[in-house]
């Protein structure tokens, strides 16, 4: 069974662009998350979905970050206009169901590096 | 803030003994507590995970779940090289709010 699937897995921009991450999960998952890590800050809950819809987007550090799940299949993690403190691995992870006891499989990362 | 503290390492120990790695959680309303596993360029994996109060064993790991001390504990017996990797210890809440600890870092030395 394919995991979930996250591209590009690598991106380097200049600060001030768009960046757009996307997210595939795991086929029969309603629940998605979104995460960044760095070594500064550790792992950090940034919004999750259930059944396609924005349960808590607490996490989000500014609005210049904004995601979107359009459908069951996909999500989109945007950051307009990028800044170098952007610069993190981001990762998407889904699981079964919406309930603290479900485990959550991580997708490969994204690594974004704003110059 | 709500927070999960874990120590951060490294943590060293011989191939062949107890690993010991720990967490503490602010949280009194957390229920589900998760150890992930990630090595060096990679995703978090699930090792254990644990919601009620004792010991739960699998295979060479254990979990410990003390929630009137708020304590998380993850025991790895039997140590091996390929075990080598930072241990992250997670807590959730009913709102399914997921928060992660720094991460121990465990050097296992063959």
């Known amino acids: 069974d394919a995991g979930v699937i996250q591209s590009p897995r690598h991106e380097v921009t200049e600060m001030g662009q768009e960046v757009t991450l996307r997210c595939k999960p795991i086929?029969?998952?309603?629940?998605l998350f979104w995460y960044r890590q760095t070594m500064m800050r550790g792992l950090e809950l940034l919004i999750y979905f259930n059944n396609n819809v924005p349960i808590d987007d607490s996490g989000m550090p500014e609005d210049r970050f904004s995601a979107k799940m359009p459908n069951a299949s996909f999500s989109t993690l945007k950051i307009q206009p990028s800044e170098p403190r952007d610069s993190a691995v981001y990762f998407c992870?889904?699981?079964?169901?919406?309930?603290?006891?479900?485990?959550?499989?991580f997708g490969p990362g994204t690594r974004l590096t704003v110059t | 803030q709500k927070e999960v503290e874990q120590n951060s390492g490294p943590l060293s120990v011989p191939e062949g003994a107890i690993a010991s790695l720990n967490c503490t959680y602010s949280?009194?309303?957390?229920?589900?507590f998760f150890w992930y596993r990630q090595y060096s360029g990679k995703s978090p994996e699930l090792i254990m995970f644990i919601y009620s109060n004792g010991d739960k064993e699998d295979g060479r790991f254990t979990a410990q779940l003390n929630k009137a001390s708020q304590y998380v504990s993850l025991l790895i017996r039997d140590s091996q090289p390929s075990d080598s990797a930072t241990y992250l210890c997670?807590?959730?809440?009913?709102?399914?709010?997921?928060?992660f600890g720094a991460g121990t870092r465990l050097f296992v030395k063959a």
């Open positions: 997670a807590a959730t809440t009913g709102g399914f709010k997921t928060i």
């Open positions: 086929s029969g998952h309603n629940s």
């Open positions: 992870a889904s699981s079964l169901g919406f309930s603290p006891s479900y485990e959550q499989y």
């Open positions: 949280d009194r309303g957390s229920q589900s």
